[in-house]
């Protein structure tokens, strides 16, 4: 049998259908940042690195360290370790698959939006200093060795 839609155009509807896709969105997001807090790629430590970079959170404790081999101005490997929340780990897990094998260039122009946009999440305050922890010692790291 043959149904003839059954959902009804209107602008009530449309509203609601925006809001379920808006919350699948953020339910996507949510899951690929707990993939990366519980499967974190690039974690641990390299034999031996052109730097490495630690940074801590003040306001919790935790702390992350970053580091790099450079090959011809290409970022060739990178590792992590950490202590800290699920947005702190999930953020440097991230911020690792996205600038491996990139340039120094392209690594300097990577901002702090770069990264909240690959976390997709909201994040107040206080969760930006955890999402931003990775990224400040990388750049910290990048700039001591260049
Ligand atoms: Fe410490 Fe997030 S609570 S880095």
């Known amino acids: 049998m043959v149904y003839k839609s059954l959902f ?3 602008e009530g509807n ?3 259908y925006m809001v379920f896709i808006r919350a699948r969105r953020m339910q996507l997001y949510q899951e690929r940042v707990m993939d990366h807090y519980r499967n974190p790629r690039n974690r641990g430590e390299l034999a031996t690195p052109d730097f490495s970079s630690d940074l801590h959170n003040p306001s919790c404790g935790d702390s992350i360290v970053i580091q790099a081999t450079i090959k011809d101005g290409i970022l060739a490997n990178i590792a992590f370790e950490g202590n800290g929340c699920v947005i702190s780990q999930a953020a440097a897990s991230l911020l690792t ?3 491996k094998e ?3 260039d392209e690594i300097r122009s990577f901002t702090p939006d770069h990264l909240i946009a ?4 909201p994040l107040g305050p206080t969760r930006l ?3 931003l922890l990775a990224l400040d010692a990388l750049k910290a790291g990048i700039a001591r060795y260049a």
């Open 97 to 99: 698959e996205a600038i």
């Open 14 to 16: 449309h509203r609601l």
């Open 8 to 10: 009804i155009y209107n």
């Open 102 to 104: 990139k340039s120094l």
């Open 118 to 121: 690959l976390l997709g999440i």
């Open 129 to 131: 200093k955890c999402a």
